[in-house]
């Protein structure tokens, strides 16, 4: 009986060790994956922030560009607004008046 005993105990701590260097080989190959999504994140993240960098580069440059062109058509929007305002003064205090009219009862109320 105690050589069955024995024998159990060996097969036992057998056991453990091939569990436990199973496990610690298991926990190596975790750690080396983890490493490589790591990486990969991080690769991913880099490439992520200089296209950003790139995309806001290239809208202020087209801003820059457009916005000559809208800054020119505004121009020539308040100067014929100007004149406008010039020839016939009464239809434009009028409306005015009316916005900030409405606007007031807009903004007033509860």
Not at 47 to 59: G, I, R, T, W
Not at 62 to 89: C, E, M, W, Y
């Amino acid at each position: 009986m105690a050589f069955l005993s024995a024998r159990a105990l060996r097969h036992a701590e057998t056991v453990s060790e091939d569990t436990i260097d199973n496990l610690s080989r298991q926990i190596s190959l975790l750690r080396r994956e983890l490493a490589s999504v790591s990486e990969a994140v991080n690769d991913y993240s880099g490439n992520k922030l200089e296209s950003v960098q790139h995309s806001a580069l290239a809208l202020a440059r087209d801003l820059s560009h457009n916005g000559k062109d809208i800054a020119r058509h505004v121009s020539r929007q308040a100067r014929f607004a100007s004149k406008t305002v010039q020839s016939n003064p009464v239809p434009v205090v009028v409306a005015l008046g009316t916005i900030a009219l409405l606007s007031a009862f807009l903004f007033t109320r509860d």
